[in-house]
């Protein structure tokens, strides 16, 4: 029977591992410098932990299944709920700010095309507590080293604030089902539909222009400056735009200031209530948005005390698609690798225990087992991107030493047990 991958999913090759293994711990090293801790969640969650929080209609979208003991549970979706859940259990007591990071698989039901899987990964951070302001602009500088530090050019960062939105929602009074409309319209784009919502909420032509003149604000910090004049009398949105601006002071202390004011950015989600932000590659085209995340609060979900956090999401397979879009190179490894090779089947042991001095000075090194010609073994060697050969016969056994080839150079040189750890480290 031939048997093949199941939609939506990918096998990954030892050449695709290579480079998802050094943009993974580039991602780690910059988060961890900042002082994040990972986190691990299970890669199943009780059903209702999704649904609470993004109602039922998401179980179209969701893998879910019965246990053998009767109980909802899902693969999950994404992240963010999981960490809440994983808070509420273990870390409510905890001294705040818990600064966490985690990468790990998720899974979505839907149509896969391109950058769209049905098994993808997620690397995100969350912090639980502390300062909004000095969270939010520290997480957005941190992202930002990231995809620095990744090489990816063309990067667009485009910060906003839900919170000078709601604030005139709230001051008409608008109810909260046609506040989460809203916001979705605005999201999409869609300012058609947004123009209707607003007729049916009894919207006044003067309270338009001030929503049109907050989601039209797309340029520079000067632009959210001028806005804050249009709010004198909408208390709860110019106390949001001042609040932005100085994140934005902030993060510029931080060395990160190439951004875009963008206050139409609504991030789709209903528990999102302060900063948001994302990040684009228009390399990308139609899937450009590789990063997103922002300021909100999922402890309603469990009955517990509010805490605000701040996170963000990194769409890892879309990270990938970028290097491949602009043609990045993972840069070579450094570490020196072997290969050892016994001239005759009778020298495998003396060539399992030189490799094994070598593996024990974190060398990486292989054997030729199966006794392959020398040719074979050099071309391999060769393909592997291995810098050095080592080939082991009577002569080396007798003389407790090896003969070392320098791929590279083609140089070859006899030398003795005590000097090969030092020798090959030198390259």
């Given at each position: 029977?031939?048997?093949?991958?199941?939609?939506?999913?990918?096998?990954?090759?030892?050449?695709?591992?290579?480079?998802?293994?050094?943009?993974?711990?580039?991602?780690?090293?910059?988060?961890?410098?900042?002082?994040?801790?990972?986190?691990?969640?299970?890669?199943?969650?009780?059903?209702?932990?999704?649904?609470?929080?993004?109602?039922?209609?998401?179980?179209?979208?969701?893998?879910?299944?019965?246990?053998?003991?009767?109980?909802?549970?899902?693969?999950?979706?994404?992240?963010?709920?999981?960490?809440?859940?994983?808070?509420?259990?273990?870390?409510?007591?905890?001294?705040?700010p818990?600064?966490?990071?985690?990468?790990?698989?998720?899974?979505?039901?839907?149509?896969?095309?391109?950058?769209?899987?049905?098994?993808?990964?997620?690397?995100?951070?969350?912090?639980?507590?502390?300062?909004?302001?000095?969270?939010?602009?520290?997480?957005?500088?941190?992202?930002?080293?990231?995809l620095?530090?990744l090489?990816?050019?063309?990067?667009?960062?485009?910060?906003?604030?839900?919170?000078?939105?709601?604030?005139?929602?709230?001051?008409?009074?608008?109810?909260?089902?046609?506040?989460?409309?809203?916001?979705?319209?605005?999201?999409?784009?869609?300012?058609?539909?947004?123009?209707?919502?607003?007729?049916?909420?009894?919207?006044?032509?003067?309270?338009?222009?001030i929503i049109?003149?907050?989601?039209?604000?797309?340029?520079?910090?000067?632009?959210l400056?001028?806005?804050?004049?249009?709010?004198?009398?909408?208390?709860?949105?110019?106390?949001?735009?001042?609040?932005?601006?100085?994140?934005?002071?902030?993060?510029?202390?931080?060395?990160?200031?190439?951004?875009?004011?963008?206050?139409?950015?609504?991030?789709?989600?209903?528990?999102?209530?302060?900063?948001?932000?994302?990040?684009?590659?228009?390399?990308?085209?139609?899937?450009?948005?590789?990063?997103g995340?922002?300021?909100?609060?999922?402890?309603?979900?469990?009955?517990?005390?509010?805490v605000?956090?701040?996170?963000?999401?990194?769409?890892?397979?879309?990270?990938?698609?970028?290097?491949?879009?602009?043609?990045?190179?993972?840069?070579?490894?450094?570490?020196?690798?072997?290969?050892?090779?016994?001239?005759?089947?009778?020298?495998?042991?003396?060539?399992?225990?030189?490799?094994?001095?070598?593996?024990?000075?974190?060398?990486?090194?292989?054997i030729?087992?199966?006794?392959?010609?020398?040719?074979?073994?050099?071309?391999?060697?060769?393909?592997?991107?291995?810098?050095?050969?080592i080939?082991?016969?009577?002569?080396?056994?007798?003389?407790?030493?090896?003969?070392?080839?320098?791929?590279?150079?083609?140089?070859?040189?006899?030398?003795?047990?005590?000097?090969?750890?030092?020798?090959?480290?030198?390259?």
């Open positions: 029977m031939d048997f093949k991958k199941p939609r939506g999913t990918r096998d990954f090759l030892a050449e695709d591992m290579k480079e998802r293994k050094y943009i993974e711990n580039t991602i780690r090293e910059v988060v961890e410098s900042y002082g994040f801790n990972e986190i691990k969640t299970p890669i199943f969650e009780d059903l209702e932990l999704f649904t609470t929080k993004s109602g039922e209609g998401i179980k179209e979208e969701l893998y879910h299944f019965q246990d053998k003991g009767g109980r909802d549970l899902t693969l999950r979706p994404e992240m963010t709920a999981s960490v809440a859940r994983l808070y509420n259990n273990n870390l409510r007591m905890a001294p705040k818990l600064k966490m990071y985690y990468f790990g698989s998720c899974f979505r039901y839907e149509r896969p095309q391109a950058g769209r899987f049905r098994q993808f990964w997620q690397f995100g951070i969350e912090v639980i507590g502390g300062t909004p302001i000095y969270n939010e602009a520290e997480i957005i500088s941190m992202l930002n080293d990231a620095s530090r090489n990816i050019k063309n990067v667009e960062l485009a910060i906003g604030h839900l919170g000078i939105i709601k604030g005139v929602l709230t001051q008409l009074e608008i109810e909260t089902e046609k506040q989460s409309q809203i916001i979705a319209s605005i999201d999409k784009e869609d300012y058609e539909l947004l123009d209707t919502i607003l007729d049916d909420c009894n919207v006044t032509d003067e309270y338009k222009d049109n003149n907050i989601i039209n604000v797309n340029g520079s910090k000067d632009e400056i001028q806005l804050k004049d249009e709010l004198t009398e909408v208390p709860d949105s110019l106390k949001a735009a001042e609040e932005l601006e100085e994140i934005l002071d902030i993060l510029e202390v931080f060395g990160c200031d190439d951004y875009t004011v963008k206050l139409s950015i609504a991030r789709g989600l209903d528990y999102y209530t302060g900063v948001v932000f994302e990040v684009y590659v228009p390399d990308l085209g139609a899937e450009k948005q590789v990063a995340g922002g300021t909100y609060n999922l402890m309603g979900l469990f009955d517990s005390q509010e605000e956090s701040s996170g963000f999401a990194i769409g890892f397979d879309r990270i990938i698609e970028a290097y491949h879009r602009q043609d990045i190179e993972v840069p070579t490894d450094e570490i020196p690798k072997v290969l050892v090779i016994p001239i005759k089947n009778e020298f495998k042991k003396n060539a399992i225990s030189v490799a094994q001095v070598l593996r024990e000075a974190n060398i990486i090194t292989d030729d087992l199966k006794g392959k010609k020398l040719k074979k073994n050099l071309s391999y060697a060769n393909s592997q991107n291995i810098d050095n050969v080939m082991i016969g009577q002569q080396e056994v007798e003389t407790n030493t090896v003969t070392l080839k320098r791929m590279a150079t083609k140089e070859q040189v006899n030398i003795s047990m005590d000097e090969l750890v030092d020798t090959i480290l030198k390259k």
